[in-house]
Every structure is written in C-alpha cells, then in structure tokens.
C-alpha cells in the first residue's frame, strides 16, 4: 500500500520559514517525478513545485516567486519544500504528491498525502 507522510507545517509569523517533509512507503519512486500541492479554503488545489526523478528539472508556480526550493532524496523515498518569506496568502493545506506526470499536473493517477496545514499569520 502506497503512503505519503506529509510533516513540517504549523502556524507561523508573515516572513518566517518552514520546511515540509514527506516520506513515501510503499514503492519506491525514485524514477518519478514528485512534488507539492496547495489547497485553501474555497480555492482549487494547485502545483506549488515539483521535481523530477534526477532532481535536475523543477517547476515553480509563479506565486513562489523563488522564495521556495523543492529537493528530494531518492535514497530516503521522500520529497522537501523549503519555505521562507512566507505570506499570510501562502496559508493553505499543503500535499505531497508521486507519480505525476510533467505539465498535467492534476492527473488521476497522482498518489497523494493526506495533508499538512500550513498557517501564516500577519
């Protein structure tokens, strides 16, 4: 069974940083192209980054603005955003997802976590 463990979200100031993990079990995905999503509240949920199996190719939403990095760790199965300058509108539930597939970002056939929140306060 296939498992995506998302941790590292919480409450933070405007400005501040985080780092999420997620660890996957299961499969191993290190061939694939993993990444994270954002959902908040009445909103669709959208790519953040993502990054593929090398860790030589990424892609950004332009919301990021290079403020976060993507990174992966093939030996550990698991997938990081660094976040800093955070924004109270960064404030959202944020997925790790595996197996996506290049430019259609919201495929069926994504493996998804369950969810980390992340709040920004002003």
């Known amino acids: 069974q296939v498992q995506l463990v998302e941790s590292g979200g919480g409450l933070v100031q405007a400005g501040g940083s985080l780092r999420l993990s997620c660890a996957a079990s299961?499969?191993?995905?290190?061939?694939?192209?993993m990444g994270w999503f954002r959902q908040a509240p009445g909103k669709e949920r959208e790519l953040v980054a993502a990054?593929?199996?090398?860790?030589?190719?990424?892609s950004y939403a332009d919301f990021v603005e290079g403020r976060f990095t993507v990174s992966r760790d093939n030996a550990k199965n698991a997938v990081y955003l660094q976040m800093s300058s955070l924004k109270p509108e960064d404030t959202a539930v944020y997925y790790c997802?595996?197996?996506?597939?290049?430019?259609?970002?919201?495929?069926?056939?994504?493996?998804w976590g369950q969810g980390t929140q992340v709040t920004v306060s002003s």
């Open positions: 299961g499969r191993s995905f290190s061939s694939s192209t």
């Open positions: 990054i593929s199996w090398s860790g030589h190719g990424t």
């Open positions: 997802a595996a197996g996506l597939q290049w430019g259609n970002w919201l495929a069926p056939s994504n493996f």
